[in-house]
């Protein structure tokens, strides 16, 4: 479902509950969010939240830690935020607890649908079966949450030219789990999130607003880290000409990561053009990266796995403060007619390695199976070991180097 056509559209999975929500469904209309109930145009005031200190396992999944849920929403609360954006869970965990204290808060969450295991390799990118299984999974999981808001089916996936043919199997991704989620009478919707990169920028932001409506992202994300200190502003950092990418864009737009760490303290002064004139009336708001503390220096608390201690630095006073001066000056949906035309898809050219209007296949382990069947000689296990994938890889290459192997390559600038 082509949401920027809808004149409304619920979002998330309120039919699955019989259980009055105590959150507000979500709206898109055009290009904007709207509370559906209010009316009023919604803007994301978030923070990326993946806490890693102190895990225990290989399996982060900070919707699972009940002490930390405990301890961090009542922070958020504190922080002003409305929602936050979760990379990583298990979806065989329970969940239950800690969604249903955001709910409370009035907390929404963005969920990334990728794994490290189940997820498009930007460098040999594959959009397979058990892939496709994984994330279906996740999202039966996590349907019967109203304050789950919206997917996200790539994060920073194509990041440079040469990984722009992964690009293809992203929005492949998103037709099939868009197709998944209407058949469970679900219209969360699914979007992707860029590196802000700008060789192939205005390509990737073209490409998933184009085609097929069936195909297209429903919203989209940058990851940007340009603005840095008190010493930058709105056009010297570049936010002006992200901004003016946007400006025409027919559906959603929001940060899904900001806040540079490289200038210390951090004052967050990008907050104000986010939600002011600047930016207001063309992004939906943003996800500040990151909530807490780890080896990368971006946090504004230091947590522990299980533990329910908190320390805030001073980054935390500033962005808290950055939130509580701004008041977003939306529309109304009643009054707002959303314009515009969907995007022209890209040509393929030497920075944009992708044949548009052509997607890889849905995976299909039925013809997978057939195909399987039909072979004379197959391994024993579904499994290869590291050191038997590296010897396919061998011989494959042998034969390819020997004559065409056209019916079994990816060449997306093809299509």
Same mark, same amino acid.
């Given at each position: 479902?082509?949401?920027? @056509?809808?004149?409304?559209?619920?979002?998330?999975?309120?039919?699955?509950?019989?259980?009055?929500?105590?959150?507000?469904?979500?709206?898109?209309?055009?290009?904007?969010?709207?509370?559906?109930?209010?009316?009023?145009?919604?803007?994301?005031?978030?923070?990326?939240?993946?806490?890693? @200190?102190?895990?225990?396992?290989?399996?982060?999944?900070?919707?699972?830690?009940?002490?930390?849920?405990?301890?961090?929403?009542?922070?958020?609360?504190?922080?002003?935020?409305?929602?936050?954006?979760?990379?990583?869970?298990?979806?065989?965990?329970?969940?239950?607890?800690?969604?249903?204290?955001?709910?409370?808060?009035?907390?929404?969450?963005?969920?990334?649908?990728?794994?490290?295991?189940?997820?498009?390799?930007?460098?040999?990118?594959?959009?397979?079966?058990?892939?496709?299984?994984?994330?279906?999974?996740?999202?039966?999981?996590?349907?019967?949450?109203?304050?789950?808001?919206?997917?996200?089916?790539?994060?920073?996936?194509?990041?440079?030219?040469?990984?722009?043919?992964?690009?293809?199997?992203?929005?492949?991704?998103?037709?099939?789990?868009?197709?998944?989620?209407?058949?469970?009478?679900?219209?969360?919707?699914?979007?992707?999130?860029?590196?802000?990169?700008?060789?192939?920028?205005?390509?990737?932001?073209?490409?998933?607003?184009?085609?097929?409506?069936?195909?297209?992202?429903?919203?989209?994300?940058?990851?940007?880290?340009?603005?840095?200190?008190?010493?930058?502003?709105?056009?010297?950092?570049?936010?002006?000409?992200?901004?003016?990418?946007?400006?025409?864009?027919?559906?959603?737009?929001?940060?899904?990561?900001?806040?540079?760490?490289?200038?210390?303290?951090?004052?967050?002064?990008?907050?104000?053009?986010?939600?002011?004139?600047?930016?207001?009336?063309?992004?939906?708001?943003?996800?500040?990266?990151?909530?807490?503390?780890?080896?990368?220096?971006?946090?504004?608390?230091?947590?522990?796995?299980?533990?329910?201690?908190?320390?805030?630095?001073?980054?935390?006073?500033?962005?808290?403060?950055?939130?509580?001066?701004?008041?977003?000056?939306?529309?109304?949906?009643?009054?707002?007619?959303?314009?515009?035309?969907?995007?022209?898809?890209?040509?393929?050219?030497?920075?944009?390695?992708?044949?548009?209007?052509?997607?890889?296949?849905?995976?299909?382990?039925?013809?997978?199976?057939?195909?399987?069947?039909?072979?004379?000689?197959?391994?024993?296990?579904?499994?290869?070991?590291?050191?038997?994938?590296?010897?396919?890889?061998?011989?494959?290459?042998?034969?390819?180097?020997?004559?065409?192997?056209?019916?079994?390559?990816?060449? @997306?600038?093809?299509?």
């Amino acid at each position: 479902m082509k949401f920027a @056509t809808l004149a409304s559209a619920s979002l998330g999975a309120l039919c699955a509950s019989s259980v009055v929500a105590a959150i507000d469904p979500l709206t898109i209309k055009g290009s904007k969010w709207f509370n559906s109930k209010t009316g009023e145009q919604f803007y994301f005031k978030g923070v990326a939240y993946q806490p890693r @200190t102190g895990l225990k396992s290989n399996n982060p999944d900070p919707l699972a830690d009940t002490v930390g849920c405990k301890r961090d929403v009542a922070v958020f609360k504190d922080l002003g935020i409305n929602s936050i954006r979760v990379y990583d869970v298990d979806y065989t965990n329970s969940h239950d607890e800690c969604m249903k204290l955001l709910e409370d808060a009035g907390i929404y969450v963005l969920l990334d649908m990728p794994s490290p295991q189940y997820s498009i390799n930007r460098a040999e990118p594959h959009w397979d079966h058990d892939t496709m299984s994984h994330w279906q999974a996740k999202v039966d999981a996590f349907a019967k949450y109203p304050n789950l808001v919206a997917w996200i089916a790539g994060n920073e996936v194509a990041n440079d030219v040469e990984t722009t043919p992964s690009a293809a199997f992203v929005k492949a991704a998103i037709r099939d789990m868009k197709a998944y989620l209407k058949t469970k009478d679900l219209t969360t919707p699914v979007g992707y999130a860029d590196n802000d990169d700008p060789k192939i920028r205005m390509n990737l932001i073209n490409f998933f607003n184009c085609g097929d409506e069936g195909s297209r992202a429903d919203f989209y994300g940058i990851n940007t880290y340009r603005w840095c200190g008190d010493k930058t502003d709105f056009k010297t950092s570049g936010y002006e000409d992200i901004t003016k990418n946007m400006t025409s864009y027919t559906i959603p737009s929001l940060l899904t990561e900001y806040g540079c760490n490289l200038v210390r303290p951090r004052t967050f002064s990008e907050v104000k053009s986010l939600y002011g004139t600047d930016m207001g009336s063309t992004f939906s708001g943003g996800i500040m990266y990151e909530f807490t503390e780890e080896d990368n220096e971006y946090g504004i608390v230091k947590v522990s796995f299980g533990d329910s201690k908190v320390e805030k630095n001073s980054d935390y006073d500033n962005f808290k403060k950055a939130l509580a001066g701004v008041k977003p000056q939306g529309v109304k949906m009643d009054s707002y007619k959303a314009s515009g035309k969907d995007s022209v898809c890209p040509a393929s050219s030497s920075v944009w390695h992708v044949k548009s209007d052509v997607l890889p296949p849905t995976p299909s382990q039925a013809r997978c199976q057939c195909m399987i069947d039909s072979l004379g000689c197959t391994f024993k296990n579904d499994k290869l070991s590291t050191a038997e994938g590296k010897l396919v890889g061998e011989v494959v290459g042998n034969i390819c180097g020997a004559t065409s192997c056209d019916e079994i390559s990816v060449d @997306t600038a093809k299509g």
